[in-house]
């Protein structure tokens, strides 16, 4: 056995310094021991991130484990590593976490309380985290009692093991402990001798400064005589306990029984339980209280066990349980009522739990405490199982959901949908929105559509149900099905918005944007759903990192680069966060939608690259075994003219389709139309029904690449077909889409088309060359880059970053600042020419004026644009801020050479893009996320290292996430840039560096 024993009796302070000698602690002693007060002291000694979480209740599941801890890491700022918990909802966490730790060298230190309560399932958690725990961070373990698993696990590692006779209080401690005009009193001796009567029991030891305090405020005297009777006889908990309510009426004895057995009260509570002035009649007793939160006080775990009453008054539980529920508790009213045996209360706020509190308790918690509901009972309410069911879906658990609604339906008697009681009418609702998403059966709309037309049928089953025939009609994908399912989802999501199921409906509206809204091509109301989700859920990681995949994806198909690119960099954020095995998903789909951005752009390799590594990953990522992504990417690939690897995953797409859509018969025509095979690409076209089973958003693409196919044969209808692809992308709103999703048959067939569709000749003019500075000068033209040189360079990226048009005196005094302005506007003719030669006709010149020409676009207007949009409505806007980052690199002068003229309009930029770090900064504070505030506040220091309120708000912000040696660091490097450059550091930063130096010292004392 690897392990420490502390045998010396070490004051606290040496307590602490020995724990920081083991990856391991292990705390196991008595209610009042002071094992609370240690983990106290370990976390203010710890120097970086931290984390605590308290279990609660009469047992405690893995889900509860997780979501603690991940609201101590939002409340710390640690947005990072929160992420890895938000996304535990559907995996086991640990090896997610420990792939996080093993990544990262800052000591994490992560403390959970009260291990005690642990179910079986979470203690298996436990074995695995202390089986895995990297040496370089630290975990504490504490509670009444160590599971027999945990303690044989604990064998083979390294830890130190404290215990009740290590935890007991020493003279100096109990001095310390006291009240200044206590300890005044007393001498060393007299504290010695208390300390030893309450046997160094930091609880005992508590109360008896309380008595002795209460009797120095009553006269000398009477402290003398408690002081005496203390240090005369060794004294117990319950005796010091009961000697403060000695003087109390039996009343008061029944009101304190009746506190002690809540986990927690607030003024009403304790005025329900029988005292007049609430929570200050218990202060005035002398009780100890511990804050639970906001507005909530506990009894210590040792005074509630002494006081508690034998039987609990089920007038205050109920009361407490209600209470409870006002103030989002939801495990805590179930665990007061199921430890109190009432049967009837539990199942009652089981079935009429509000849909908002679903969100708030975790499946395995719900699951326990349905366990404490007789079968009888579970009979009478079977709503219980459907909300358990919700709760499932929202951990992520979809067998388990659709068992749960199983289990419901199999307790309802079978009269239809004309039964009278609504808890059944619920139940049938739920059973029927399940075997709608599972099958596509016309006979199952029809039953639907009858318990709809049910008046009463409760909102929240309305919703659910609505939900249902909408993505089982939006399914059928034809233009009617998918509008009609497109309103039903939305009004479905209406319904559960007003049932106050904002999770439900933010679901809902996902489902409305991928299944029906996208597939209709609805672009713009597609995005405009997913952003009113994002925006809803901006601080629930989960919901952002499930839809985040698909706005990326539709930013890609309609051509929007740049904020495609900041939602993919998210994405990869996300997987870099949680590690490679811990959020392989978010990576996947970063790499997907990095695939679909190179293959519209012409990169074969990156294509290649990115399809490889989603193919060999093991994540879900379609619910088609697979078969849509490898569909998808057979097109992709075969854009690109990697037909190989396109035939290889069409194959493998065929073997895995599970046949519930035509995306493998598009891609089997896709792959044809590509390789010139006409008699697959049309016996494809035939499955197809010509076209029509496409979904609309791709059914001009099916004409195009038919027109495509002929044309590469010579065959003239090539021509009509291509004039009517033009006109049907037209038709969506998004003429240039063509240009956008398949470039190369856009070009080769645009000149056809422009004989017959005036589309196709306004989608030429619009989706033109397009000029980047923004990330070194160059030019893209037919989907080919070139990057000019020389003069033809300058004259384009003045155009460019001055704005166009400007003077060909401008032009000329840039290019040429101390020639002959004669001499000048013949330089300038040459180099016209030269970039008519190099890139075309992308500068007209009328009269006296440069211009680029119309069609031609400019990375910093798509910059500026994005800046514009960040800042002009009532609320800025982080995704346009991040999507502008996305575009800049504040290389552009140092890639054109540094020419004078560039100087003024970089630093136009560079104060732009600092503007953006500063704005997504701020909102990252706002929501929580301060890694992703600390991460930009960097990015933008390596810009402008001397901006000297970036490194206080980046310090303030790492001392808030208990990082104080980062945070002290960081200022120092700031005043020694600031320094070398001649600036006088300011009296803000000398302060909070003082502050964060004296923080540490004190820091260090105590470790």
């Not at 303690?151 to 130190?160: D, K, M, S, Y």
């Not at 509190?357 to 708030?360: D, E, L, N, S």
């Not at 790492?958 to 104080?964: D, K, P, S, T, V």
């Given at each position: 056995?690897?392990?420490t024993?502390i045998t010396?009796?070490?004051?606290r302070?040496r307590?602490v310094?020995?724990s920081?000698?083991r990856?391991?602690?292990v705390?196991?002693?008595q209610?009042g021991a002071?094992?609370s007060?240690l983990l106290?002291?370990?976390?203010r000694?710890?120097?970086?991130p931290?984390?605590?979480a308290?279990?609660?209740?009469r047992v405690?599941g893995r889900g509860?484990?997780r979501?603690?801890?991940?609201?101590?890491?939002?409340m710390n700022?640690?947005?990072?590593l929160?992420?890895?918990?938000?996304?535990?909802?559907t995996?086991?966490?640990?090896p997610?976490?420990?792939?996080?730790?093993s990544?990262?060298?800052?000591?994490l230190?992560?403390?959970?309380?009260d291990i005690?309560?642990?179910?079986d399932?979470l203690v298996s958690l436990?074995v695995?985290?202390?089986?895995?725990?990297p040496t370089?961070?630290?975990?504490?373990?504490?509670?009444?009692?160590?599971?027999d698993?945990l303690?044989?696990?604990?064998?083979?590692?390294?830890?130190?093991a404290?215990?009740?006779r290590e935890l007991?209080?020493i003279?100096?401690?109990?001095?310390?402990s006291?009240a200044?005009p206590?300890s005044?009193r007393?001498?060393d001796?007299e504290?010695?001798l208390?300390?030893?009567r309450?046997?160094?029991w930091?609880?005992a030891?508590?109360l008896a400064?309380?008595g002795?305090?209460?009797a120095?405020?009553?006269?000398?005297?009477a402290?003398t005589?408690?002081l005496?009777?203390?240090?005369?006889?060794?004294?117990?908990?319950?005796e010091?306990l009961?000697?403060?309510l000695?003087?109390?009426?039996?009343?008061?004895?029944a009101a304190?029984r009746r506190?002690a057995?809540?986990?927690?009260?607030?003024d009403?509570?304790?005025t329900?339980?029988?005292f007049?002035r609430g929570?200050?009649a218990i202060?005035d007793l002398g009780l100890?209280?511990?804050?639970?939160?906001?507005g909530?006080?506990?009894?210590?775990?040792?005074v509630?066990?002494a006081?508690?009453?034998?039987?609990?008054?089920?007038?205050?539980?109920r009361?407490a349980?209600?209470r409870?529920i006002?103030v989002?508790e939801?495990?805590?009213?179930?665990?007061?009522l199921?430890?109190a045996g009432l049967?009837q209360d539990l199942a009652k706020?089981?079935a009429d739990?509000?849909?908002i509190?679903?969100?708030?308790i975790?499946?395995?918690?719900h699951a326990a405490?349905?366990?404490?509901?007789?079968?009888d009972?579970?009979?009478?309410?079977?709503r219980?199982l459907?909300?358990?069911?919700d709760t499932?879906?929202?951990d992520?658990?979809?067998?388990?959901y659709?068992?749960a609604?199983?289990?419901?339906r199999?307790l309802v008697?079978?009269?239809?949908?004309d039964t009278?009681d609504?808890?059944?009418?619920?139940v049938l609702?739920a059973?029927?929105s399940?075997?709608?998403v599972?099958s596509?059966d016309?006979l199952?709309i029809?039953?639907a559509?009858?318990?709809?037309?049910?008046?009463?049928?409760?909102?929240?089953a309305?919703?659910r149900?609505l939900?249902?025939v909408?993505?089982?009609t939006a399914?059928?994908?034809?233009?009617q099905?998918?509008?009609t399912?497109a309103?039903?989802l939305?009004?479905?999501?209406?319904?559960?918005?007003?049932?106050e199921?904002?999770?439900?409906?933010?679901?809902?509206?996902?489902?409305?944007?991928?299944?029906?809204?996208?597939?209709?091509g609805?672009?713009d109301a597609a995005l405009?759903q997913l952003d009113?989700v994002?925006?809803?859920?901006r601080n629930?990681?989960?919901i952002?990192?499930?839809t985040?995949p698909y706005?990326?994806f539709i930013?890609i198909e309609?051509g929007?680069?740049?904020?495609?690119?900041?939602?993919?960099?998210?994405?990869?954020?996300t997987a870099?966060?949680?590690?490679?095995?811990g959020?392989?998903?978010?990576?996947?789909?970063?790499?997907?939608g990095a695939?679909?951005?190179?293959s519209?752009?012409?990169d074969?390799?990156a294509t290649?690259?990115?399809?490889r590594?989603v193919e060999?990953?093991?994540?879900t990522v379609d619910t088609g075994h697979?078969?849509?992504?490898r569909a998808?990417?057979?097109q992709l690939l075969a854009?690109?003219?990697?037909?190989?690897d396109?035939?290889?995953l069409?194959?493998d797409?065929r073997?895995?389709?599970p046949?519930?859509?035509p995306?493998?018969?598009?891609a089997a025509?896709v792959?044809a139309?590509?390789a010139?095979?006409?008699?697959?690409?049309?016996a494809?076209l035939d499955?197809?029904?010509?076209g029509l089973?496409?979904?609309?958003r791709?059914?001009?693409?099916?004409t195009l690449?038919h027109?495509?196919?002929l044309?590469?044969?010579?065959?003239?209808?090539?021509?009509?077909l291509a004039a009517?692809?033009f006109?049907?992308?037209?038709?969506l709103?998004?003429p240039?889409?063509p240009?956008?999703?398949e470039?190369?048959?856009a070009?080769?067939?645009?000149?056809?088309?422009?004989?017959?569709s005036s589309s196709?000749r306004?989608?030429?003019a619009t989706h033109?060359?397009?000029?980047t500075?923004?990330?070194g000068l160059?030019?893209v033209?037919?989907?080919?880059?070139?990057?000019?040189?020389?003069?033809p360079?300058?004259l384009?990226?003045?155009?460019?970053?001055?704005g166009s048009p400007?003077?060909?005196e401008q032009a000329?005094?840039?290019l040429w600042?101390?020639?002959?302005?004669?001499r000048?506007?013949?330089?300038?003719r040459t180099v016209?020419?030269r970039?008519r030669?190099?890139?075309?006709d992308?500068?007209?010149?009328?009269e006296?004026?440069?211009r680029f020409?119309?069609?031609?676009?400019?990375d910093?207007?798509?910059?500026?644009?994005?800046?514009?949009q960040a800042?002009?409505g009532p609320?800025t806007?982080?995704d346009?801020a991040a999507?502008a980052?996305g575009?800049?690199s504040?290389?552009s002068?140092?890639l054109?050479?540094?020419p004078?003229?560039?100087?003024e309009?970089?630093h136009?930029l560079?104060?732009?893009?600092?503007a953006?770090h500063?704005?997504?900064?701020?909102?990252?504070e706002r929501?929580?996320?301060?890694d992703?505030?600390i991460?930009?506040?960097f990015d933008?220091?390596r810009?402008d290292?001397?901006a000297?309120d970036?490194?206080?708000?980046a310090?303030r912000l790492?001392?808030?996430?208990?990082?104080?040696s980062?945070?002290?660091q960081?200022?120092e490097?700031?005043?020694r840039?600031?320094?070398?450059e001649?600036l006088?550091?300011s009296d803000?930063l000398?302060?909070l560096r003082?502050?964060?130096e004296r923080?540490?010292?004190?820091a260090s004392?105590a470790?």
């Open positions: 056995m690897v392990v024993w010396d009796l070490p004051a302070v307590l310094e020995r920081a000698a990856p391991i602690v705390i196991e002693a209610s002071g094992k007060t106290a002291d370990l976390d000694a710890h120097d970086g931290a984390a605590q308290t279990l609660t209740g405690a509860q484990l979501r603690r801890l991940h609201t101590s890491l939002r700022g640690l947005s990072d929160s992420t890895v918990l938000d996304q535990g909802g995996t086991d966490p640990v997610t976490l420990l792939r996080w730790l990544d990262h060298d800052e000591t230190q992560v403390a959970i309380d005690h309560l642990a179910n399932d436990l695995d985290l202390i089986e895995g725990w370089t961070h630290r975990l504490i373990l504490s509670g009444r009692r160590l599971p698993a303690r044989t696990a604990l064998a083979t590692v390294p830890h130190i404290i215990g009740p007991r209080l003279p100096d401690e109990t001095r310390r006291l200044a206590v005044a007393l001498d001796d504290v010695a208390l300390t030893d309450c046997d160094g930091a609880a030891i508590a400064a309380i002795l305090e209460r120095l405020k009553t006269s000398s005297g402290f005589r408690r005496r009777h203390l240090t005369a006889q060794p004294a117990t908990f319950p010091l009961g000697s403060l000695t003087d109390a009426s039996p009343n008061v004895r304190v506190v057995s809540l986990p927690m009260f607030d009403d509570l304790v329900a339980a029988g007049d929570i200050d202060a100890p209280l511990e804050p639970a939160r906001d909530f006080w506990a009894l210590p775990n040792a509630r066990d006081l508690a009453a034998d039987q609990p008054d089920e007038y205050i539980l009361r349980a209600d409870y006002d989002g939801v495990g805590a009213a179930l665990d007061v199921g430890a049967e706020l089981l739990l509000p849909p509190h679903t969100a708030q975790d499946s395995a918690e405490a349905i366990g404490g509901v007789p079968p009972l579970l009979a009478e309410h079977p219980i459907i909300h358990l069911a499932y879906v929202l992520g658990h979809l067998e388990e659709r068992a609604i199983g289990r419901a199999a008697p079978d009269h239809g949908p009278p609504l808890g059944a009418l619920e609702a059973d029927c399940v075997r709608l599972a596509d016309d199952l029809a039953e559509e009858a318990l709809l037309a049910r008046p009463d049928l409760p909102p929240m309305r919703g149900l939900g249902g909408g993505r089982a399914g059928r994908r034809t233009t099905a998918l509008r399912g309103r039903q939305e009004q479905a999501a209406q319904l559960l918005d007003h049932a199921a904002p999770t439900h409906a933010m679901a809902s509206r996902v489902i409305a944007a991928t299944v029906a809204a996208w597939p209709l609805r672009y405009e009113r994002l925006h809803a859920g629930n990681q989960r952002r990192v499930a985040l706005r990326a930013l309609v929007r680069y740049a904020e495609a690119h900041a939602a993919l960099a998210e994405l990869r954020q870099n966060t949680i590690g490679a095995i959020n392989e998903r978010s990576a996947a789909f970063a790499r997907w695939a679909k951005l190179a519209q752009q012409g074969a390799d290649w690259a990115a399809c590594a060999r990953s093991d994540a697979g078969a849509f992504f998808d990417a057979a854009r690109v003219g990697r037909m190989d396109a035939e290889r069409l194959a797409a073997d895995r389709d046949g519930t859509t995306l493998v018969a598009t025509f792959v139309a590509y010139g095979d006409r008699a697959l690409a049309e494809a499955d197809l029904d010509g089973a496409v979904e609309p791709d059914r001009w693409r099916v690449l027109a495509y196919l044309h590469g044969l010579g065959d003239d209808r090539a021509q009509p009517a692809a006109e049907e992308a037209a038709q709103g998004y240039d889409l240009f956008v999703r470039p190369e048959a070009r080769t067939l645009q000149p056809l088309a422009a004989r017959s196709a306004d989608a030429a033109g060359p397009r000029v500075v923004l990330d160059a030019v033209l037919d989907g080919q880059t070139v990057e000019p040189t020389g003069r360079a300058e384009l990226g003045f155009l460019a970053l001055h400007c003077t060909a000329i005094e840039a600042p101390d020639g002959d302005r004669t000048g506007r013949e330089r300038l016209l020419r970039v030669r190099d890139v075309g992308l500068i007209e010149r009328h006296e004026q440069l020409r119309d069609g031609v676009t400019v910093v207007d798509d910059f500026l644009e994005l800046v514009r800042g002009s609320v806007d982080e346009a999507a980052l575009l800049y504040g290389e002068a140092s054109l050479g540094l004078s003229w560039v100087e309009p970089c136009h560079d104060r732009q893009a600092m953006m500063d704005l997504v900064a701020e909102a990252a929501d929580g996320r301060l992703d505030a991460r930009t506040l933008a220091l810009l290292p001397i000297e970036r490194y206080l708000v310090a790492l001392a808030e996430q208990g990082r104080r980062r945070a002290l960081l200022l490097d700031g005043a840039i600031l320094e070398e001649g006088t550091v803000d000398v302060r003082g502050y964060l923080t540490n010292t004190a004392r470790s």
